[in-house]
């Protein structure tokens, strides 16, 4: 069920204290946020890199597009940086819209499947990650872009 705790992975938790909906509670620590929070304290890593995990663990980009998009095996120009992470965000929101689907409440359902609620919410993210990509037109407001939302370029 949904409404059962869990163990809290952020303080050294003996009796589950961690609720899980479309959100992470610990009662016991305050641990809080969404699963891309989750993601991202659990791992120690920037919010975008923890959108990138949750993407190729569901098998949605391939391991060479983040090397393009971390710049790690060339340096591509920020143009082209651009359009890879907006393919990106493309096929993310396509997955977000098949969780939507294939997770809707059914009738009868008392809470939300925790995968729908959490496409929901990143849906949101997503959107406003592409239309702030999409507003940046010189490399400057790309660099900047990319600079704000996790440090991206290296
Ligand atoms: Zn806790």
Redesign the pocket.
């Known amino acids: 069920m949904q409404n059962e705790k869990i163990l ?1 992975p ?2 050294n ?1 003996r009796n589950p ?2 609720k899980i909906d479309s959100r992470f509670h ?1 009662f ?2 305050g ?1 809080d946020g969404d699963v891309i929070d989750f993601v991202s304290r659990y791992f120690e890593i920037s919010k975008t890199e923890a959108v990138k995990r949750i993407a190729s663990e569901f098998g949605i980009v391939p391991e060479k597009e983040f090397a393009v998009i971390t710049g790690t095996k060339c340096k591509p120009n920020l143009r082209e940086q651009k359009n890879v992470y907006m393919q990106y965000l493309i096929s993310l929101e396509k997955e977000m819209d098949r969780w939507l689907e294939k997770y809707k409440p059914k009738p009868g359902d008392e809470e939300l499947h925790f995968l729908f609620a959490t496409a929901l919410d990143k849906k949101e993210y997503i959107g406003y990650l592409t239309d702030a990509l999409a507003e940046c037109v010189t490399e400057n407001d790309i660099s900047e872009f990319f600079k704000t939302n996790g440090g991206v370029i290296t």
């Open positions: 809290c952020f303080h938790d204290s961690m610990c016991a620590c641990a």
